[in-house]
């Protein structure tokens, strides 16, 4: 199965920074790669697909990158409404699908 | 509107049963693959299971392999996940959700299995 490790666990950052989080994928999953956003107590919220596409609705900000086993989200300016836990997932097969341990954007 | 709607959730004895439904709405049900995600409290998003779009094809996480079992009824547009021998460790919220082509997800039905 594919492992997916994500970095780092927790970030502490303010309004306006720069923010990148990292997924490493144990195997190649071309650009089979999804982010999502996770506030308390709902569902997730997908944020961009296959690698580097912007799910419709999302603010330019949010952008990914990467293929293979290496990828990242990187949000430009970090807005009040951004702090929340982020997923990387892997969706390469129907037979497994993996998500990254996540990763939380806390205030500095 | 595109919807999905989870029940069926509660509190179980170790060892019981449970079967969790997910009623879709506003989207051609039959044409997606389905899955089931779960969350522990405080824990991080573990992927469940997966059904094909005419049920042909079902994929588990090795830890529920055995136990729990997918199904779907493209009739009813409704999705299921029947759990059987249900332990401390399968406490969490499940969701329902559609993964592959369309991305939606239901709020999610807590199961709690103490006790």
């Known amino acids: 199965d594919i492992q997916m490790t994500q970095s780092p666990s927790t970030l502490s950052a303010s309004v306006g920074d720069r923010v990148t989080i990292t997924c490493r994928a144990s195997?190649?999953?071309?650009?089979?790669l999804a982010w999502y956003q996770q506030k308390p107590g709902k569902a997730p919220k997908l944020l961009i697909y296959?690698?580097?596409s912007l799910e419709s609705g999302v603010p330019s900000r949010f952008s990914g990158s990467g293929s293979g086993t290496e990828f990242t989200l990187t949000i430009s300016s970090l807005q009040p409404d951004d702090f929340a836990i982020y997923y990387c997932?892997?969706?390469?097969?129907?037979?497994?699908?993996?998500f990254g341990g996540g990763t939380k954007v806390e205030i500095k | 509107e595109v919807q999905l709607v989870e029940s069926g959730g509660g509190l179980v004895q170790p060892g019981g049963s449970l079967r969790l439904s997910c009623a879709a709405s506003?989207?051609?049900?039959?044409?997606?693959?389905m899955s089931w995600v779960r969350q522990a409290p405080g824990k991080g998003l573990e992927w469940v299971a997966n059904i094909k779009q005419d049920g042909s094809e079902k994929y588990y996480v090795d830890s529920v392999k055995g136990r729990f079992t997918i199904s779907r009824d493209n009739a009813k547009n409704s999705l299921y996940l029947q759990m059987n021998s249900l332990r401390a460790e399968d406490t969490a919220v499940y969701f329902c959700?559609?993964?592959?082509?369309?991305?939606?997800w239901g709020q999610g039905t807590t199961v709690t299995v103490s006790s």
């Open positions: 959700a559609s993964l592959y082509g369309m991305d939606v």
């Open positions: 195997q190649s999953i071309s650009s089979w």
């Open positions: 506003g989207f051609t049900f039959s044409r997606y693959w």
């Open positions: 296959k690698a580097s």
């Open positions: 997932q892997q969706y390469n097969s129907y037979s497994s699908l993996t």
